[in-house]
């Protein structure tokens, strides 16, 4: 399955993101539809246009500021039935 991770570098005095933050972003803006929240939003639950798979946002860094760098995870039939 597949996974994008988005990572923070601090540059000077402003921590910029990188990794995977470009594709994550535009997955979320361009192929992903918004189905579900839970832990009162830190984990949303996405599905994706062109073929229906489910993809799941969350922050699994939480005890940084902000949530820490995002996690976009494709979603397998197991995990799945987390969500149901």
């Known amino acids: 399955m597949r996974r994008l991770h988005e990572t923070w570098v601090l540059q000077g005095t402003r921590v910029e993101a990188n990794g995977d933050a470009i594709?994550?972003?535009?997955?979320?803006?361009?192929e992903l539809d918004r189905v579900s929240e839970t832990d009162g939003g830190w984990r949303v639950l996405f599905r994706r246009r062109t073929d229906g798979r489910l993809w799941e946002l969350s922050y699994p860094k939480g005890e940084?500021?902000?949530?820490?760098?995002?996690?976009?995870r494709e979603l397998d039939v197991i995990e799945t039935a987390d969500w149901k």
Do not use: S
């Not at 594709?23 to 361009?30: A, C, G, T, Y």
């Not at 940084?64 to 976009?72: A, E, K, V």
């Open 64 to 72: 940084m500021h902000g949530g820490g760098p995002r996690l976009l």
């Open 23 to 30: 594709e994550i972003e535009r997955m979320l803006n361009d």
